[in-house]
């Protein structure tokens, strides 16, 4: 009898097992990989998420696989362009960029030298239930045989495609369509720094990654993913050209170090977090566009989440359902503000207050800085949109107007 079994073991999922097995949990950690192995990914980790990982101890193993810290970010949306770097965060200042073979296996191995019991090659198929809660699973390992496993709670970290969340039954709300299409691919001898291009309906995303090599992902809207999956090397190309001349000279002068990665399928939804003996995390909680690159950062954080209001109840200082009820709510009310603004983002059309906000902040690096860090999650909204910076930008807007 487990205190928690975790069902998916890359970012959530893992850290989920090591927070609990840290706290002096018995935690089973479940995944149909093994590990070190790759996954889809936008890489990039927001400097709020990077202090997490070092309050872990786990930031210094990290910069030793050699990711590059990330303390210069370029944005040009449509005609303005900043450049800067979200302010510190228990002072750390650089975001990171790590390819997932290096990120979620050191998550997984700090999970395990916490006292978490992995399993690879685990295919959970179906859970167990004692009444309408939850209380374990049925997984089938290496070898083909099944067997049951039982737990006081099942957190659920095995992605969009969830078999824990359609297995409890969690409820979709705030449903949205994919809106865009992704492919990227990753360039040797390339100098970039984190950057961002959006015009035109497209996005471009740059991320310094492991062995000098740099991610560059591109976005279309959905409705162009047919045209851009006949010709990939084409249509990407096309975009870097259109979209950011420079950068593609800059490409042009580099070599191509993988094949080409992309999805169609990039949708936008909450699940509901939790139930009686269950949780989700990760993206098999809720899942949006990639055009932010908060997927990785929101992991980590709802991770922690889950696992400080669970880890008390597990020992028995208050009712788990309890606990698991307010992560739920918890999760939600993180989560919502940082979804509506992506879901905008994801338009790929910049709004033209935020462009007028841009143009004002333009030439004070410190409201520069703090924009990036409203990105990143430091700041809320009405922390950073002060009276006095909406009405300089109302201002400039009926300048031009």
Request: some cysteine.
């Amino acid at each position: 009898m487990y205190d928690a079994i975790v069902v998916g073991a890359r970012v959530a999922g893992a850290t989920s097992a090591m927070l609990l097995a840290r706290a002096g949990h018995r935690v089973l950690l479940l995944d149909r990989a093994t590990f070190p192995s790759d996954t889809m990914s936008t890489h990039y980790v927001h400097q709020p998420a990077i202090a997490r990982l070092a309050r872990w101890g786990l930031l210094d193993r990290l910069a030793a696989t050699g990711c590059p810290p990330l303390e210069v970010a370029r944005w040009t949306l449509e005609d303005v362009s900043i450049t800067g770097c979200a302010p510190p965060v228990d002072g750390i200042r650089a975001a990171y960029g790590p390819r997932r073979y290096v990120l979620d296996h050191l998550l997984v191995t700090a999970a395990v030298e916490a006292g978490a019991e992995l399993r690879e090659r685990a295919n959970v198929t179906g859970l167990v239930r004692d009444g309408d809660r939850v209380a374990g699973v049925r997984v089938k390992g290496a070898d083909g045989r099944e067997i049951t496993e039982r737990a006081t709670v099942v957190i659920g970290a095995d992605g969009i495609d969830s078999l824990v969340a359609r297995e409890a039954g969690a409820r979709r709300y705030e449903e949205a369509p994919t809106l865009n299409c992704l492919y990227y691919t990753y360039w040797n001898g390339l100098k970039a720094d984190y950057e961002v291009y959006v015009r035109g309906r497209r996005a471009i995303g740059v991320v310094p990654t492991h062995d000098d090599n740099v991610m560059i992902g591109i976005q279309w809207p959905r409705a162009l993913f047919d045209s851009v999956r006949g010709d990939i090397e084409g249509s990407y190309l096309k975009v870097l050209e259109d979209t950011a001349p420079e950068l593609a000279e800059r490409v042009r002068a580099s070599e191509r170090a993988a094949r080409f990665t992309g999805t169609g399928r990039l949708p936008n939804f909450f699940r509901q977090a939790s139930g009686p003996g269950w949780a989700l995390v990760g993206d098999s909680g809720f899942h949006k566009d990639p055009v932010g690159a908060f997927g990785i950062s929101d992991a980590l954080r709802h991770a922690d989440l889950l696992a400080g209001l669970l880890a008390p109840a597990l020992g028995g200082e208050r009712p788990v359902d309890e606990a698991l009820r307010d992560f739920a709510e918890q999760r939600d009310e993180d989560a919502m503000p940082e979804y509506f603004f992506n879901l905008q983002a994801a338009q790929l059309e910049p709004m033209p207050e935020l462009l007028n906000v841009l143009r004002v902040i333009g030439d004070d690096q410190d409201e520069t800085d703090r924009f990036f860090g409203l990105i990143a999650g430091s700041y809320t909204w009405d922390v950073f949109f002060t009276p006095d910076l909406i009405e300089r930008a109302a201002a400039l807007a009926a300048q031009e107007a």
